[in-house]
Each structure stands twice: as structure tokens, then as C-alpha cells.
């Protein structure tokens, strides 16, 4: 069986000598078993999904052929006909219904309900990356609320637009420094026939908006219905309101769902028992201007919250600075006795706004491009960064970029990142001079850590005894961290480039889509491939097999070289092939691309049997000028292709979170560089 890599705990104990990496069985059932319906004619929606997830697909019209058929194997089936054999269906493989929104076909809401979730999507733009991610979450295959808990301070830009088209535009200028997007459900206002507005905006008009704003962002949404009595506009006369708007918000594959306290117990009840892979975040706000913190029954209010709650949130209005002191008191004494879940308190109001600074689970936060704050005291990004370093928080840090000249477009972004947060942080580019100036950098006062592009070799910086398990592993540091331990400062090496990679590969292809399939990688040495082998490993790749060279350090488990053409012969085939060769070898990899050629539309291909099986990635970690262009011939031959700027994207989203722990979403990145799709 594959084994996969458990990449991401850092260890300063152990020193870099060539450990064990720690390694975790992949389940055996990571084949997920799903049944889509589909509307008539719309049956290509089935491919895409089954490419997706790297497996064959069939359309049928019985649900006997489904029930019989290969677990493995993607099966389609017409809405309408799944309705009237709907009785005998027996729940064996996950039910989705897709809807295509700008389609002939009108929604219906009772095939919708009968299913486990729904896809809404549209054709006139189609958004791959967000089939991706939807079936990412629901299959649990990604954790972003994990993610989160492990950051130290996490913020949500709260949404306050009528109509998420007005969004759009600034959507990734928004959302720079926010860790997840809500979506204030109760605010869209759907127009009506007559010019007015309806009261609660209809269940198709929010999937719609919902959809829109997921295709344009890779934040986790947070769908909330506030009631009208917490400062929203749901009216609260009937609690199946929020059960109905908040099931769906489940069904349509929100990573979190805000369930206010007061709804009856049985409602968060229903919801916490169908949450699936959704998060709930339990939320109680209260506007009287006279809650205590240090009362009694304010920890009752937060143990009721725990019961469905991954996160407790309580947000009260106050008038006095000693209520600050007193949530911060009512803070550490809560989270001391329950560590779990965690608790996102503050004073709404300008008086509370201090708390807003101290929080640090899901701060609410505001943008001055936002058409209203949504709620008093609201602060921005920017403005939470600025009172933290007054506050000696945030304290300044030098923060490094030692490279080649390549990468001071790299340098640039840092500066930018760092401008639009307000953070206190001085950027300073270090041409790499000849040994000892690594060492020296770090040894400079108010060193906050570094980027190293190109990276260097761990085994060559006695200086940096710490290593991360992914640095040792793949023996290259490219971020250097400075943490405290024990009151001591320690520099740890890291390596983010493997990130990078992963999160190319896993962009357009769910993380299941690669497991035990084989990948070819081609690089003039292992040091050049290792980010790619450890990327590939944590998504538990099947064999590897390498041209140029072969692999001897402690990932070279499962790596075969290829050494010829009866080699090649019998191989399995790759699922994803890599280059790793300098731009001016890019050459060699076009005539594996041609043999291995994915026939077929969309690069899906006739697996005989009547079963179509999907298509196939390739990533070109090249960069700089080159005789052929191996993407453009990618493509052509049906694979879906990324280049090195995908990758050096993803990869300074990484560094900025691991150096200081902002996110920056992949587009601002993309957009921030203004050079087309590249930054680098
Ligand atoms: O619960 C909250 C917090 C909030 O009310 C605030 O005080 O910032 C803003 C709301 O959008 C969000 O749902």
C-alpha cells in the first residue's frame, strides 16, 4: 500500500542528520463512491467531476446499474429519472445534484432535499478550481478549519454587499489579511418583479450568490443567517427558516455555518448531526448594552454554545472600558478550563474596540471598499495590525529576502503585502554572497526570518540546527522561522516550495485523484526533484518513476529510475508527470507528453470497457526563456498544465503565512505581480 507523508509538524529536537520521515497508511476506501444527478443534455458536468477526482464515469438510467456497478466508478444519472426510482434507492454512494444556473433547466428545490448536496454551477464561465474545491471539503479531504486552529490569529472579512456582483471587482484586494469570507445572507436583497425587495431572499437566489462568490474566491465561507434581534435582518418567527436556509448552506458545501444559540436545541441539534464536513460556529450576540461578562450564566451561555459549536463566538455591545478587562478576564478563565472548541468573544461598540485587537479566533473584520461595516466598532485588517504593534503586539521584525536577482519581483510583493496590512515589519533584499552571509543575516538583531530563493542545502547550515520535517526530508530550506521556545529564540529551517507544488496539483484534482497512480519526473538531480517527490508523497502518489537521476536519500522509497526504453515499456501509466529540468532542457519532457497524450475532449479518454477514464497533469517547474513552449504542447495533447508561476505563487502565499502569519489569497498574488498570470 502508498504510504503517505506527514508533513506537517516541526521538530527542533531532532538535528538534520537522515531520519525516518514520519509516514501514515492512506484508508483503503479513499475511492469515493458518488452518484450525480444532472439535468437532461447536461451529462458533461459528469466527466468533469469524475476527472476531478481522477476516476471512470458512466451515465445510466437505472439505479439498479448504479447499485451493481464498480464502487469506483462515477456514475450520472438524469434527475428526472432518479425521481421516479427514487423509492428504491438504497443511500450506498453519496448523492449530489448538480444544477447548471445559466441553463434551460429550472431548479427544483424537492430533488435538492432528497439529495446529500448540491452543485451549482455555470457554463457561459466555468470554474474547475471550484468542483475541486467542493468535493475537497465534503469528502473531507481537506480540513481548512484544521488549517485555522493551528494559526495564531485568524480574521474573517464579514461581506455586508446587497448583491455579491458588486463584490467582485475587489473581491481579492478585500480579502488580503482575512482567513475566511462570510456572507450575510439575511443582507442580500433579491429584487422583485414589482422594484421592491423580498423580505428573505429565496433559497435560488442565495445558492446563486453563494456560487458566485465561491467561484471567485479559495476562502472558506462562512454562510450566516443573522436574526433580526442580533443586528440582521432574518426574522425570527419561524425557527425552520434558518433550519431550511441553514441544511442547504450544508448541502451546497459552506465550511462553516453560523447557528445562532437562541434557535431550539433540536434545530442546532439536526444541524450539528448533518454538518458533515461543515464547521458550525455557535453565535450569541447580545445588544442590551447590559450583559456581564463575570456573571454565572455567561460560562452557561458558552457551555450551551460547545455542546453543537466547533467555535463559540459571543459578541456584546458595551459602554465602559472595564468590561473590556472584564471579557479578557472571562477569556483566559474560559479557555484555561475548556481549551475546546474555541472561543471568539468581543465588545461590539468604539469602546470595544480594543477586544477586537485581543481576539484571536475569527476576528470579524472590515475593508473600507465595503459598502458598510456590519457591525459598530468594526475594524479593518490594516487598522487591527496598526493597533497591535502600538500596543507592543505586533513588535517590528526584519523580515528577509536573500536570492538572485530572479527574485526581487518576489521582494516586491513582500512590500506590497506588508503596505496593504499595515504591518509594522521592515523588508530588506539580500543579494546572496558567498557563504557565511546567511549566517550572518540571522544573526543581526531584529531578524524575523527569511525567504531563500534558490534554496539552500540543509545539510551545508550547521547554523540551522532546527528543521522542519519537510526541510529534513527533502534536505532544503528556502524560509528560515524565528520561534520562541522555552523563552529562547530558535531559528527553524522550513520548506515551503513543496507546498506550492501541492497546491498546483491539487488546484483542478482532489487530493484522492493522485493516490496510488504513478508519476514520472524528470530533473537533473535528485536535489532538483525533492520538493516535487515530497509534494507527490503527501498525496500519497503511487510509484514515482524519475529520469536523470535516481534517488538515494530517505525519500527514495517507491522511486524507480528509468533508465530505458524497455524501462519505459512498463511503466504504469503517469497520472502526473513533472519537470524539474532547467528551461533550456524543457525540451525533453515534449515527446513523453506526445506518447502519453490524453485522447478526447477535456482530456478524458475512452478506457474501453465503455468506462471513460480522466485525464492527466503536468507541471513545468521551469522558468526563463526556452526553444519550446512544453505547456502550449501540454495542453494541446489534453493535459492539464501549470507552469512555474503557479507554483511560485502558491509558494509566496506559504512564506508570507509562515513568516508572518497573514494570508494572502493566490489571485492577490497573481494580480499584485501585474505581470499577466506570473510573478516570477
Ligand atoms: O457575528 C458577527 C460579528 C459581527 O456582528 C461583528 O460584531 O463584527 C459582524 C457580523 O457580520 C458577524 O456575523
Known sequence: MATMIQAESVSTTQLKEIGTIAVQEIPSSDKPALLLLHGEAEDDIVGIFADVLGQPWETTTSLEDVKSGPRGTIYGMRSSLAVSQAGSWDRSRILINTHCVDGPHPRDDSITESCDYEYLYTVSTFFRRDVARFLSLILGQISPHRDLTKKARTTLISTTFPDVHAALPNLDILSVGADAIEIRVDLLEEPLPDGGVSRVPSLKYVGEQLMLLRQ???????????????????????????????????????????????????????????????????????FSGNFKWLAPETQTLFERGAVYGDIVKMYVLVNSMQENMEL??????????????????????????????????????????????????QLSAAQINSALHSMGQMPKLDIYGIGSFRSTSQAMFFEKCFNELSLPHQFTFAERAPKASIEYILRRPKFGGAYISPPLVAASAPYLPALSNAARAIGQVDTVLVRQENGQQVFIGDNATWKGIRATLSRDFVPSAYSRRAALLLANSEADASASIFALKSLGIGPVYTIGFKAKGSLSAEVEPVRSVEDMKRLEQPFVIISALPAEKSLLVVPLLKHYRVNGKNGVSNGGHGMKVSGKVFVDLASGPRKVDPLGIATSAGWTAYGSADVSAWTTVEMIRLLVGQNTPYDFVQLASGVGRGLF
Not at 223 to 249: I, Q, S
Not at 328 to 341: A, G, L, N, S, V
Not at 346 to 358: A, D, I, V
Open 216 to 286: 471567485r474566491t479559495e476562502l472558506p465561507i462562512i454562510y450566516t443567517t443573522r436574526c433580526t434581534k442580533e443586528n440582521g435582518r432574518f426574522p425570527m418567527d419561524d425557527p425552520n427558516l434558518f433550519f431550511k436556509y441553514l441544511t442547504r448552506a450544508i448541502q451546497w458545501g459552506c465550511e462553516y455555518v453560523d447557528v445562532e444559540l437562541w434557535l431550539p436545541d433540536d434545530i442546532r441539534r439536526k444541524l450539528a448531526e448533518r454538518k458533515g464536513c461543515s464547521k458550525i460556529i455557535s453565535a450569541f450576540h447580545d
Open 328 to 377: 479578557e478576564y472571562f477569556r483566559t478563565t474560559i479557555q484555561t478550563k475548556y481549551p475546546h472548541p474555541p472561543f471568539s468573544g468581543l465588545n461590539m461598540g468604539p469602546t470595544g474596540q480594543l477586544t477586537r485587537t485581543l481576539n484571536k479566533i475569527f476576528t470579524p473584520i472590515t475593508h473600507p471598499l465595503l459598502p458598510m461595516i456590519a457591525a459598530p466598532g
